[in-house]
């Protein structure tokens, strides 16, 4: 099993986008902030022929018209975070591989659903590895897309990358 990580941002697929709409009271725009990609090679044992596979999830975030939370919670789920960083790099060391790390320092984990938002700091399944440079266009992205801005209100390509 191979697992390879495709990062965006990118214009939300139709799919995600129609996800926003049901998810949402009002959509403001969607940010495809990555593409896992799963790539398999085995044998059937009968008939004995070599197979291959190969499958994708996208991570998107639905940028709704939430209010931010205030001031003072952001900082209280952001000191939750602090606290839980560090467990959470070592539980998905154990299950992943090592955390990706850039010149001895560890990547970001980026919340999918932020914290100004309403985002769960310590929620496994709302934390990615990102590159530090990524994670400075996703930060940016962000308040392009709570704004209603374009790109991110409006969909994109169905796959916006090659990986040939």
């Given at each position: ?17 129609r996800?926003?709409?049901r ?5 403001m725009?969607?940010?495809?902030l990555a593409?896992?990609k799963l790539?398999?090679e085995?044998r ?5 022929i070599?197979i291959?596979?190969s499958s994708?999830y996208?991570i ?6 939430h ?22 790099r070592?539980?998905?060391s154990?299950?992943?591989?090592d955390?990706?790390?850039e ?15 309403g985002g769960d700091p310590v929620d ?15 930060n ?5 897309c ?9 969909v ?6 090659s990986d040939k």
């Amino acid at each position: 099993m191979k697992t390879t990580l495709f990062y965006g941002p990118w214009q939300c697929r139709l799919e995600f986008m129609r996800t926003c709409q049901r998810e949402c009271a009002r959509v403001m725009g969607c940010l495809w902030l990555a593409d896992i990609k799963l790539d398999w090679e085995g044998r059937l044992v009968v008939p004995p022929i070599p197979i291959k596979a190969s499958s994708r999830y996208g991570i998107f975030h639905c940028c709704c018209d939430h209010p931010k939370v205030s001031p003072d919670k952001n900082e209280a789920e952001r000191k939750r975070w602090e606290n839980f960083r560090t467990s959470f790099r070592k539980d998905w060391s154990r299950k992943f591989g090592d955390w990706p790390e850039e010149d001895g320092v560890a990547w970001p984990g980026h919340h999918i659903r932020d914290l100004h938002h309403g985002g769960d700091p310590v929620d496994p399944s709302n934390i990615i590895p990102v590159k530090p440079g990524v994670h400075t266009v996703f930060n940016r992205a962000y308040p392009a897309c709570y704004r209603g801005e374009a790109p991110w209100n409006t969909v994109g390509l169905n796959l916006p990358y090659s990986d040939k």
